[in-house]
């Protein structure tokens, strides 16, 4: 493994380059190439070699790959024939888009063609491809599966000239299913055409450059070329601000309409229903003020025209517009420079929010992040979990990492047993029929599935066979079964996620996005979709359409999906927040005081020394350890027969004293480590990916406890927690600290 750090122009970096990307540079007015576009030239120019590009968000990534990509193909033209040389991999349409448009405009000057691929792209463009496959293909990895699937015969003519393969926004398939389809397309691809392209991972958030390595290359991590970019000493401006239900998200908007209206920015926010929400008020404030309304949604359930249009107001310049979001905005399309980020609730990742804040100050102006955080008003029967000022604190936590530039390291565990089922599907058809033998050394044993040993295999392959999805010959051969030609010949089955059945909702002849039923909608009930209060004309079962007409009322309605694990690395953090005595800066005042109150009930529930609370005939066990452990202590503990619930810090341990907790902690502390499988079957629900159902239980509960449950890092937190249970008696009382609550005084902030 070579790394390279930023590298000033005496690099010679910009003569290595061919004449006209030279040229084509000097047209664009650049003084200098940055840090990260030096670096990249020489190791890309090569052609031998993996690289990494570690860089800010609008720091350039995008160049840093093509402008020597496009010199080397360039100086060295592929003859007539000899199909595509350059593969650009998006998880994002719209991101492919973006890129081709800024790639259109350098490789038309050097006469190279550029196309993309995906869903969207009308089928003549594609024939075009098919029938002269050249140049330059930005592509999804749904429509890279696809080619595998319904033209398996030509992918190696296709691809036979391939030079390079570019991964953009590589953290975003790191450690998840789409991440392993990717693995496994890009390995077959090299099957395919019998050789090796080097590949190329771009990025603006990596926690772990070593685990991206070994993503982008199974295997060879250590021969992976990184660059990671030092320009990143941007000014960054942050102010937290807390508020109190149940008037939080009124008093959230308010502020936001009064402090953003006017200027362009992107408003995060955790949940689509809260997109909606906080639209619909923003909307009401600009009609209440006789203001043109600035304010509109954008989530993955609106339709492609309304957020293609929300793009293209946040691209132009003439209009303000605020854009109210999920993490649809969070990568991808260059918007240009918004003048700040908001963050609604506590961040889901350090991750995300540094990915977020990447979108603000990206010209060289300072980064602006606003944080908007709501608590739950104290009273006599506030939970104690509550009074502890959470996600306060969690923001607090995340903002520290952030500073001390962590963010959340790929998921090491999973086992991806349904991409396994989706891919040994792809390859039947894309070969039409293979041996088990060549579809375990091809996925697994020389591909990216290495940690799937024969047996398991074996019992995915009978568990295929059991659902009808594959059928073997008398020969050996796999071929799919009724229902694998049935799942094989949907349009859904390209992509490795779940894709629920979805109604359209319509008014007034046009599309307005799509929703999930996971609960009853009826006509003349109300609703706030892309922004604007509906009430249901008509719910039509068989077309899949909910008709809707203009209202005065509504609320948002349920989307449906939870939320991301909290790290362990985050919940650590946040008891050192809780255990320190300084106040950050950037906090308003009604933030301070929620830090003070969450810090006084920290101290008076004692947890800095017991982690149990008694809570009534309940007891309530506060780990400060991450989702994965926390699931792993509560399973175990219903092992002993207790029921437990599992909200944010705390496990409520149903009908247990203090003193028995006390007692199973220091038994479960001696004893060794349970099996993870074991934890897992507990689990009644273990369908977590898309074709987890089409696994036999033994399969489904392994891939459970691998993706869900981290064993050795709860039985490694065990003696801790259970010394400390021993050392000072719990609090065990109905609210100890509701009375306390609030009774710091600070002044307002200048």
């Given at each position: 493994m070579t790394t390279s750090p930023a590298s000033g122009s005496e690099s010679g970096a910009f003569d290595l380059l061919h004449v006209e990307v030279r040229r084509w540079i000097w047209q664009q007015n650049w003084r200098e190439l940055r840090d990260a576009q030096e670096a990249a030239v020489a190791p890309i120019l090569a052609g031998d070699t993996d690289v990494i590009i570690s860089a800010a968000t609008a720091s350039g990534k995008t160049e840093a790959a093509f402008l020597p990509i496009c010199s080397a193909l360039v100086t060295e033209r592929a003859p007539e024939g000899s199909g595509i040389s350059a593969l650009y991999i998006s998880p994002l349409k719209a991101l492919i888009n973006d890129q081709y448009r800024r790639l259109e405009?350098?490789?038309?000057?050097?006469?190279?063609?550029?196309?993309?691929?995906?869903?969207?792209?009308?089928?003549?463009?594609?024939?075009?491809?098919?029938?002269?496959?050249?140049?330059?293909?930005?592509?999804?990895?749904?429509?890279?599966?696809?080619?595998?699937?319904?033209?398996?015969?030509?992918?190696?003519?296709?691809?036979?000239?391939?030079?390079?393969?570019?991964?953009?926004?590589l953290h975003s398939f790191l450690g998840i299913e789409r991440g392993a389809q990717l693995q496994s397309l890009l390995h077959r691809l090299e099957l395919a055409i019998r050789h090796r392209a080097p590949r190329i991972g771009l990025s603006a958030t990596l926690g772990d450059m070593t685990a991206a390595a070994e993503f982008l290359r199974p295997g060879a991590a250590d021969q992976i070329h990184q660059i990671t970019s030092t320009a990143d000493g941007q000014e960054l401006r942050l102010q937290l601000r807390g508020y109190l239900a149940p008037e939080g998200d009124a008093d959230i908007a308010a502020h936001l309409f009064h402090t953003v209206r006017?200027?362009?920015?992107?408003v995060f926010a955790n949940s689509r229903s809260r997109v909606e929400d906080l639209t619909d008020r923003l909307t009401r404030l600009s009609e209440q003020a006789h203001v043109p309304n600035e304010f509109v949604p954008h989530h993955g359930n609106l339709s492609k025209e309304i957020r293609e249009h929300v793009e293209s107001r946040l691209k132009d310049r003439a209009v303000p517009v605020t854009a109210i979001c999920t993490s649809t905005l969070e990568m991808g399309i260059d918007i240009g420079s918004v003048t700040c980020v908001a963050q609604v609730g506590a961040p889901p990742s350090v991750a995300a929010l540094r990915q977020r804040l990447g979108r603000s100050g990206r010209r060289d102006g300072p980064a602006i992040l606003r944080m908007y955080v709501s608590e739950r008003e104290v009273t006599d029967k506030t939970p104690p979990a509550d009074l502890l000022r959470e996600q306060l604190v969690q923001s607090i936590a995340a903002i520290n990492l952030l500073l001390a530039r962590w963010c959340e390291p790929p998921s090491a565990g999973g086992m991806h047993l349904s991409t396994l089922v989706q891919q040994t599907l792809s390859l039947i058809a894309q070969h039409g029929g293979v041996t088990p033998i060549e579809t375990y050394r091809?996925?697994?044993?020389?591909?990216?599935?290495?940690?799937?040993?024969?047996?398991?295999?074996?019992?995915?392959l009978r568990d295929l066979g059991t659902a009808d999805l594959l059928r073997q010959e008398r020969d050996g051969l796999l071929l799919h079964g009724g229902a694998g030609e049935r799942l094989v010949n949907h349009h859904t089955f390209f992509a490795a996620f779940a894709a629920p059945t979805e109604y359209r909702l319509m008014a007034e002849g046009?599309?307005?996005?799509?929703?999930?039923?996971?609960?009853?909608?009826?006509?003349?009930?109300?609703?706030?979709?892309?922004?604007?209060?509906?009430?249901?004309?008509?719910?039509d079962t068989t077309a899949k359409i909910i008709e809707l007409t203009p209202a005065s009322g509504g609320r948002p309605p349920l989307f449906g999906g939870a939320g991301p694990d909290v790290h362990d690395r985050i919940r650590t953090e946040m008891r050192v927040v809780y255990e320190a005595a300084d106040v950050p800066s950037y906090l308003d005042t009604t933030a301070q005081q929620l830090l003070y109150d969450g810090r006084d009930a920290y101290r008076r529930l004692g947890l800095a020394d017991n982690p149990l609370v008694g809570w009534g005939s309940d007891t309530l066990l506060f780990p400060f350890r991450g989702d994965a452990i926390m699931s792993v202590l509560g399973l175990a503990l219903h092992e002993q027969g207790i029921s437990y619930e599992q909200n944010g810090l705390a496990l409520t341990l149903q009908g247990t004293t203090p003193q028995q907790a006390t007692d199973l902690l220091t038994e479960m502390a001696t004893a060794p480590p349970p099996d993870a499988t074991r934890l897992a079957a507990l689990i009644p629900e273990k369908n977590i990916d898309k074709y987890d159902e089409m696994l036999g239980n033994e399969l489904r509960t392994a891939a459970y406890a691998a993706r869900k449950l981290d064993v050795p890092g709860a039985w490694a937190a065990l003696p801790e927690l259970a010394a400390a249970a021993q050392t000072v008696r719990p609090v065990s009382t109905s609210n100890p600290v509701a009375a306390s609550a609030s009774r710091h005084r600070i002044d307002e902030l200048g």
């Open positions: 405009e350098l490789c038309e000057h050097l006469d190279l063609p550029v196309h993309r691929w995906h869903g969207d792209v009308p089928a003549s463009r594609k024939r075009r491809v098919l029938d002269r496959p050249d140049g330059i293909l930005l592509i999804t990895p749904e429509s890279l599966e696809a080619l595998f699937v319904t033209r398996g015969t030509k992918v190696a003519s296709l691809f036979r000239g391939l030079r390079y393969v570019v991964v953009d926004e006017g200027t362009d920015n992107l091809t996925l697994c044993e020389q591909g990216p599935f290495r940690h799937i040993d024969r047996r398991t295999f074996s019992t995915l046009r599309t307005l996005g799509s929703l999930a039923l996971d609960r009853p909608l009826l006509p003349d009930q109300l609703m706030i979709f892309a922004g604007r209060r509906w009430k249901i004309r008509l719910v």
